[in-house]
């Protein structure tokens, strides 16, 4: 298969914490696992991302870790802000293909 | 960055009625997509393109048709427009390769009536 699976699709926090999501691929021949911020009204845009060649990778707040044999990839916001409340997806695809699946997305909520 | 522009950006149709969603990009990315967004169901892929000519269906094609006359131009064609055909529409261009880092139009709210 190549589904996505994202978890929570809801997930509240208090300002200044840290927020983690999860996601599992199906596809064992995911190569390349992009995460995405929509803002209310707005579209989807890229935040980070991370190869298979790699296991974890840090931007400005934001750690992406990636487990291949668990086929598991995570996002988590470290010292979240009001500014980060937004819908998260993460998504795979995989060289060769065409396709970007995506996850069903985390509404993120942080609260002051 | 990459700019997609979609029109009309709101639309409102009647059941039974042909829509035309338009999307253009000007990055001369091979791949272009269409998705719908709704709550609860993320992004799903509904038809996408590897170049001018060419249009593969998505995860859930049925209803829509898809046309890719040109590099810069894709479109979205609902030939008998339903009620669950009510959604966003977002399309969007690409590079195929180990990054495929998707660059979104600001979408279209199609409303079925």
């Known amino acids: 298969g190549e589904q996505v699976e994202q978890l929570p699709s809801i997930l509240r926090v208090q300002e200044g914490s840290s927020a983690s999501i999860n996601c599992t691929y199906e596809n064992s021949a995911s190569n390349y696992f992009p995460w995405y911020k929509q803002e209310p009204g707005e579209n989807p845009k890229l935040i980070i991302d991370?190869?298979?060649?790699?296991e974890r990778k840090q931007t400005q707040g934001l750690i992406v870790l990636l487990d291949k044999k668990a086929k598991r990839f995570s996002l988590h916001i470290t010292d979240t802000q009001p500014g980060d409340s937004a819908m998260y997806f993460c998504?795979?695809?995989?060289?060769?293909?065409?396709?970007?699946?995506f996850g069903s997305g985390t509404r993120l909520l942080v609260s002051p | 960055e990459a700019a997609v522009t979609q029109s009309p950006r709101n639309k409102v149709a009647v059941t039974g009625g042909k829509v035309t969603l338009s999307c253009n990009q000007t990055?001369?990315?091979?791949?272009m997509y269409w998705y719908r967004q709704d709550t609860g169901h993320g992004l799903r892929l509904i038809h996408y393109?590897?170049?001018?000519?060419?249009?593969e269906k998505g995860d859930i094609p049925d209803g829509y048709k898809a046309s890719r006359p040109s590099q810069e131009n894709f479109s979205l064609i609902l030939e008998l427009a339903t009620p669950s055909q009510t959604s966003v529409y977002f399309c969007?261009?690409?590079?195929?390769?180990?990054?495929?880092?998707?660059?979104f139009g600001a979408g279209t709210r199609l409303s079925v009536l």
């Open positions: 393109s590897y170049g001018a000519g060419s249009t």
């Open positions: 991370i190869r298979s060649n790699m």
């Open positions: 969007a261009s690409g590079e195929p390769g180990v990054q495929n880092t998707l660059y």
């Open positions: 990055n001369n990315h091979n791949n």
């Open positions: 998504a795979a695809s995989w060289t060769g293909g065409y396709k970007v699946v």
